[in-house]
């Protein structure tokens, strides 16, 4: 280090000693100091993240009945997100909404098919293909021969068949009776009645309400009408004087369901052991033939060449038109004595 000898003072060696040391000094008071600021940062990367959609699939739908919404969400990509239908239509009375949800309460049946597309803020779109059934609304009906009242018999089945009619709806389907009650003997099932009708006679009117698997419900009000059941009395059969060699009865019918086609027919013949002069031989059955008025049949028995005179018992089966089951009619059975 150098210095200079003033005045008997070391001046230079001080004053170079003190100048680093005032560089390091802190400033004194009132004195600015500059800020420094570092660089300004760069703006964040765009998201990176696929962009897809997602959600449940359609189910099918019916006319008048609210249509559970549908939901679909996106993911990924740039926000907010906008849904549109690029093909096809919705069923009418359904929408999209701004947030990606199928709802509404269809008008009109059918099948629909359609494309939703989802798109970000950016260029990215996805597509969701979809299609929907529409039903018909629920509908119970009665047939033509239950549009006024079914008519029945008593100890047979419903006349008419079913009563009513289904159309339209989604299945499966629920039936109760809501008012009313069953003739005896039956029981439910659709919209018919099963079993053997054993009540009383005259009408009866109950209410059928059928539920699908949306909560459509529809409502049928049958009146059945319920007669006796036919019936058939016997007779005796007897030759004459005057008509040798055969014999006529006739047999009273009623009961049964009015303006019924009957017909009659013999089953079975026991011959009495009367007709053998030597030995006992069973008399033969004679031939059968019969005319219809109204509530009676009037049977001509015509006997056996050379047996003027014949005994035994005829069994008779009078049928109605009415049906009684699968591929049976309602009938009555009686017995003809032939004595002679």
């Known amino acids: 280090m150098r210095a200079v000898y003033v005045e008997g003072k070391w001046l230079a060696a001080a004053a170079a000693f003190l100048l680093p040391l005032a560089a390091c000094a802190p400033p004194s008071q009132g004195q600015n100091v500059a800020s420094v600021q570092s660089p300004t940062p760069s703006p964040s990367p765009t998201p990176t993240t696929p962009f897809a959609t997602s959600g449940p699939g359609f189910h099918v739908g019916e006319v008048g009945i609210n249509y559970t919404s549908v939901s679909f969400t996106a993911d990924g990509g740039v926000k907010p997100y906008h849904w549109t239908v690029t ?15 199928v709802s509404g309460e269809p008008t009109t049946a059918g099948k629909y098919g359609f494309t939703i597309q989802a798109a970000d803020s950016g260029d990215s779109k996805a597509t969701i293909p979809g299609v929907i059934d529409v039903a018909p609304p629920l509908n119970a009906s009665l047939l033509p021969p239950c549009a006024k009242y079914c ?5 047979c089945v419903n006349v008419c068949g079913n009563f009513g009619a289904l159309s ?3 299945a499966p389907y629920t039936y109760r009776v809501t008012a009313g009650q069953l003739p005896a003997g039956t029981r ?14 005259g009408y009866l009117q109950f209410s059928v309400q059928v539920k699908d698997a949306l909560g459509a419900t ?14 058939l009395k016997g007779g005796t059969c007897q030759s004459t004087r005057l008509s040798p060699g055969k014999c006529t009865v006739g047999l009273a019918y009623s009961g049964g369901t009015p303006g019924q086609q009957v017909t009659l027919a013999p089953t079975s013949w026991t011959g009495d052991l009367k007709c053998g002069s030597v030995a006992a031989i069973p008399c033969p059955q004679p031939s059968f033939a019969v005319s219809y008025g109204p509530g009676q049949a009037t049977v001509t028995l015509t006997y056996q060449a050379n047996y003027p005179f014949t005994f035994g018992t005829l069994a008779v089966r009078l049928t109605s038109s009415d049906p009684c089951g699968a591929g049976a009619s309602c009938g009555a059975d009686a017995s003809i004595t032939v004595a002679g």
């Open 151 to 155: 008519v029945v018999e008593l100890g």
């Open 188 to 201: 439910l099932s659709t919209l018919s009645l099963t079993g053997t009708f054993t009540g009383l006679t």
């Open 87 to 101: 093909a096809g239509v919705l069923p009418p009375g359904l929408s999209l909404s701004d947030d990606g949800t």
């Open 218 to 231: 529809s409502t049928v009000s049958p009146t059945f009408w319920m007669y006796p059941h036919i019936t």
């Open 168 to 170: 339209g709806g989604v």
